[in-house]
């Protein structure tokens, strides 16, 4: 009862505490840039998330569907407002798990647990072995991408956890609703912006007519609905929403994407054993063989255009990195520095810290062991899916975007990795 009588206290004046700050944040406009009010804006909402959970999944919902339209720039990192939203989460449901010794239990039941942990202890090796290559003032800024990096690894944990306890929030009604949000900003986008060549000046590829949304990369944001479809695929609702995220991610113009669509409705044909999958897939193909801007994507490809010879180079890279370093790899977040030093033209890009190739990069950053513990979480995520979770869907999504990383770093890419721990935490819940 106490409990319940402080939550009745806690919300409305969490409520009125974000009013308030948007009032003042709102005469700030007045003496400060909208750069700066849109940060202390996120910083008002970022306290909020820290004390109570509903304010927290609004500010992931923000953020997931902000993508990259706002970005703190602090010099030694960029920071994103999803990145704020994974540390509230984190600091939130770290407090749960402290506070809870039956988390603890299941914690050490977690089939995930022990990959994670060993996942995570080595990345922090590996970059702590790159001091014989760089100094500690070169590198430190990277263990900030590390620390990212193991908070979303973290939130594939605690996520799941709160979902098992009575009274926990439907977290598949934010999935659904997040991706819907996030299409209907890609259609505002490809309607009214399809053209955002004048973004090439602060490091952006210039898109034009492909669908990019708020993530400003269509190959990215196609790997997103790839698993944003799989996760609500089984919901008996969302056959609209399945729809428009078909057509969206066809609108990407995306490559990796329309292989990983095929790849996925190939293995839902095969597990369902459905005709109308089939007839799905094939409506999909004839769809971008008689799309005139769709074709000429695959034309480049036949062609071995300037896309394809780049992403050969960026393969080339990577292994030349593993050859050189196989054991440990440069250390995570070190490939600008490596980039800079051989004078590559890609140490200046937004890119500048991925490989193109999500194994590569695993390989190229933390070695062939870090490899090794990497496909180790892999196969526990995909059998805790599959076995546990009695999920196939979510599944074969996950190998969809597997089959997509070949080509496209989509399984580091942050919105990804925070969709897919409110989709395991949704898994769950009835499918009405």
């Known amino acids: ?30 003496y400060w840039g909208p750069r700066y009010l849109l940060f202390l804006l996120a910083l008002v909402l970022f306290l909020a998330s820290l004390v109570n959970e509903g304010v927290l999944l609004f500010f992931i919902g923000l953020a997931l569907v902000a993508g990259q339209l706002y970005r703190l720039d602090l010099g030694f990192v960029s920071l994103a407002l999803v990145d704020l939203a994974m540390v ?37 090796l590996s970059w702590l072995f790159s001091l014989r290559l760089f100094s500690l003032n070169e590198i430190w800024p990277g263990l900030l991408y590390l620390v990212r990096l193991v908070g979303f690894l973290v939130l594939l944990l605690l996520l799941p956890l709160r979902s098992q306890d009575q009274g926990a929030p439907r977290f598949g009604r934010w999935v659904r609703g997040v991706l819907g949000v996030v299409v209907l900003v890609g259609f505002g986008q490809w309607f009214f912006f399809p053209d955002l060549r004048l973004l090439e000046r602060w490091g952006w590829d210039p898109h034009l007519f492909r669908l990019t949304g708020s993530f400003l990369d269509p190959n990215l944001l196609a790997g997103f609905l790839i698993l944003g479809i799989a996760a609500v695929w089984r919901y008996a609702r ?6 428009l995220s078909l057509v969206a991610l066809l609108a990407t113009l995306s490559r990796s994407g329309w292989l990983a669509l095929g790849g996925f409705l190939a293995g839902m044909l095969i ?17 971008i063989l008689l799309t005139p801007t769709a074709r000429t994507r695959l034309v480049d490809l036949v062609r071995w255009g300037p896309t394809v010879q780049a992403r050969l180079e960026n393969f080339q890279e990577g292994l030349a990195l593993v050859r050189a370093h196989p054991l440990s790899g440069i250390g995570f977040n070190n490939l600008p520095l490596v980039r800079a030093q051989a004078g590559n033209k890609l140490a200046t890009e937004k890119s500048k810290a991925s490989l193109d190739n999500s194994f590569l990069f695993i390989a190229a950053t933390s070695g062939l062991v870090g490899l090794a513990f990497y496909l180790w979480f892999l196969l526990a995520l995909l059998k805790k899916i599959f076995y546990q979770l009695r999920h196939p869907f979510l599944g074969l999504g996950i190998l969809a975007l597997i089959l997509q990383s070949l080509f496209v770093n989509s399984l580091f890419y942050s919105p990804v990795l925070f969709l897919l721990a409110l989709a395991l935490a949704s898994q769950d819940e009835p499918s009405g």
């Open 1 to 30: 009862m106490k409990s319940l009588a402080k939550d009745k206290l806690i919300r409305p004046g969490i409520l009125l505490g974000i009013l308030f700050g948007i009032l003042v944040l709102s005469l700030g406009l007045l």
């Open 271 to 287: 597990w369902l054993r459905r005709w109308q999958i089939g007839l799905l897939e094939v409506l999909l193909l004839a769809a």
């Open 88 to 124: 509230a989460a984190v600091l939130f449901y770290l407090r749960f798990f402290l506070s809870k010794l039956e988390w603890q239990k299941r914690l050490r039941r977690e089939i995930l647990f022990v990959p994670v942990l060993a996942l995570a202890i080595w990345f922090f």
């Open 238 to 243: 969302s056959f609209f929403l399945v729809l």
